[in-house]
Nanobody
């Protein structure tokens, strides 16, 4: 069973920066896309940013210009650099891989365990 292990997160003051990283416990046959989602209390999980295998990125309007997603295909990792953080960015952040574990499988969604990001003074 593949696990996605997240690191980073924590408490930061408004205007500050944090970096999140996510690594897979083993390699995949193919990775279609990687992404980061957030879930605030009482809300549904929503996309923050994604990046395809070709490096095409997509960002939620609320984070454009502040967050940057990147990936290392060789290391099966995805990172999220968050700058100019706002209190409304406070949420649990989850990494996601859309990947095929082997030649015979289709693409499936894998999720990290979630990491708390709190932006508060």
């Amino acid at each position: 069973q593949v696990q996605l292990v997240e690191s980073g997160g924590g408490l930061v003051q408004p205007g500050g920066s944090l970096g999140l990283s996510c690594a897979a416990s083993r390699s995949f046959f193919s990775i279609n896309a990687m992404g980061w989602y957030l879930q605030a209390p009482g809300n549904q999980r929503e996309l923050v940013a994604s990046i395809t295998s070709g490096g095409i990125t997509n960002y939620a309007d609320s984070v454009k210009g502040r967050f940057t997603i990147s990936r290392d295909n060789a290391k099966n990792t995805v990172s999220l650099q968050m700058n100019s953080l706002k209190p409304e960015d406070t949420a649990v952040y989850y990494c996601n891989f859309r990947a095929a574990p082997n030649y015979y499988s289709g693409y499936m969604d894998y999720w990290g365990q979630g990491t708390q990001v709190t932006v508060s003074s």
